[in-house]
């Protein structure tokens, strides 16, 4: 069995592993690369890969760094199955999708402003392309066995959001494991992930491998944010990831406002994309911590903005409320028209509630930029940035040590940490290397390993 590395190699997105055993070919995710420019034009190179070789795809998750290449390649002529958990493809239903429309309308904007160096500003990928995408989506219950030729394969949970799980790929008695984007043991929606099997080789996630996640009490440090932003008597934008982050921002917000930690403003989820995850959360209630209640309150006391002029309609309001808006990391969405209105106000206030990659907006932002470049314009930065930590759906470096050493994995077991940024994961290999009885070192872009 051959796993050759193609994305998600000393950088978070563009996550693509391809297995092969005798001719029989699976890859697992087919994630979009984001932010640095160097990063992102991969997205548009020609795969690395003959497309018409690959018997299947297996997503670990939705989210668009894992699943986001998939009407790229369906675009570039590949028909063949695409397996996910039920939930996954109830989420690509809507990531995908809506991926695409905000490509096509950056794009229109592009070229109605003449902005940037392209004379016709193209979509990598267009909303109807990914539309027809969606026909490839094959549900996966977690622990179902699924055979491709010589390869089988099956999910198993992992927390981090609806359908995540860690991918199980075996082949002539050798295991591998793709742990995917493996969650908290103390998430206040997921459950914990569940212990691995033996397993010969385990690609490892290591975004948090440098530092872990704070000892602080993340209600009270949005109420402090919260009560803050009204008191200067300006907006709270929330860039926000639309699967698992907004729906924990608006659980927190209406719990605060119950309690009242903070005053009972509007809030409104300007995210078509972010309105319907919050809906298919209701769907499968035994994935998730959420009661009934929970979610009909949520639905209740935050404001769905669906359409554009619903969106622009919000720029008339003056006196303090949140707007929740994707993209998570600023770059792209309707966020950046409310970031381009309201950046330059000094009571603006943005709170980031997620992990910012380098290069994004929202990297150089809580880096302390003066300005950010948005369509094509330098907009100044006056607002007050804020990050609240505690949040991510991602274990760090001290939750997935422990998950390994709950697991069953043997003493030796070999593992290559992907999905960090080069720091994260060399940090991360030192601390197991040292504290775990396992071979662990950083995989590369474009290594193959052999088993």
């Keep these: 069995m051959n796993i050759l590395f193609l994305g998600a190699t000393q950088t978070v997105t563009g996550s693509k592993f391809l297995v092969e055993h005798n001719g029989s070919k699976l890859l697992v995710d087919c994630g979009l690369y984001q932010g640095y420019k160097w990063l992102r034009e991969r997205n548009w190179q020609t795969p690395d890969f003959d497309i018409d070789a690959i018997d299947g795809i297996l997503l670990t998750h939705a989210h668009l760094d894992h699943s ?54 193209q979509p990598l990928y267009d909303g109807e392309t990914a539309e027809r995408s969606l026909e490839l989506l094959q549900p996966l219950g977690f622990g179902q066995e699924q055979r491709l030729g010589g390869l089988s394969f099956h999910l198993q949970g992992a927390g981090h959001i609806l359908g995540a799980g860690s991918a199980i790929v075996k082949a002539a008695g050798k295991t591998v494991g793709f742990s995917g984007d493996v969650g908290r043991p103390d998430d206040l929606i997921m459950y914990p992930p569940d212990p691995l099997p033996p397993v010969d080789l385990l690609l490892l996630e290591s975004t948090y491998g440098d530092r872990a996640h ?10 402090r944010v919260v009560n803050e932003a009204v008191a200067r008597g300006g907006v709270l934008v929330i860039p926000s990831f639309a699967v698992g982050r907004a729906q924990m921002i608006q659980h927190m917000l209406v719990s605060a406002m119950s309690a009242g930690d903070i005053p009972r403003l509007p809030v409104f989820l300007d995210s078509p994309m972010a309105i319907d995850a919050s809906h298919i959360y209701r769907h499968y209630p035994k994935l998730h911590r959420l009661s009934e209640a929970q979610c009909r309150e949520m639905g209740r006391l935050v ?66 930029s003066n300005a950010v470049k948005i369509h094509g314009e330098y ?15 991602h274990g760090d470096y001290l939750d997935l040590t422990q998950w390994l050493m709950n697991s069953r994995l043997e003493k030796g077991t070999e593992i290559q940490l992907v999905h960090g940024e080069p720091d994260a994961a060399d940090c991360m290999r030192l601390h197991l290397n040292d504290h775990t009885p396992f071979q662990v070192n950083v995989a590369q872009y474009r290594q193959i390993l052999r088993l």
């Design 214 to 223: 704070p000892e602080l009490d993340v209600r009270s440090e949005l109420k």
């Design 379 to 393: 907009i100044p930065c006056r607002a007050r940035v804020e990050m609240l930590d505690g949040l991510s759906a």
């Design 303 to 368: 404001t769905y903005t669906r359409d554009v002029e619903q969106s622009k309609a919000l720029e008339e309001i003056t006196y303090p409320h949140i707007i929740i808006a994707g993209s998570g990391m600023a770059t792209g969405g309707r966020v950046l028209h409310h970031l381009k209105r309201l950046l330059p106000n000094h009571r603006t206030t943005v709170l980031f509630v997620g992990y910012q990659a380098g290069g994004t907006r929202g990297a150089r932002m809580l880096a302390g």
């Design 68 to 121: 986001g290449y998939i009407p790229r390649l369906y675009q570039l002529g590949y028909r063949g199955p695409v397996f996910c958990h039920p939930a996954t493809r109830d989420l690509c239903g809507i990531l995908l999708p809506d991926a695409g429309h905000i490509q096509e309308e950056d794009a229109r904007f592009y070229a109605r402003h003449r902005l940037g160096k392209h004379a016709h500003p």
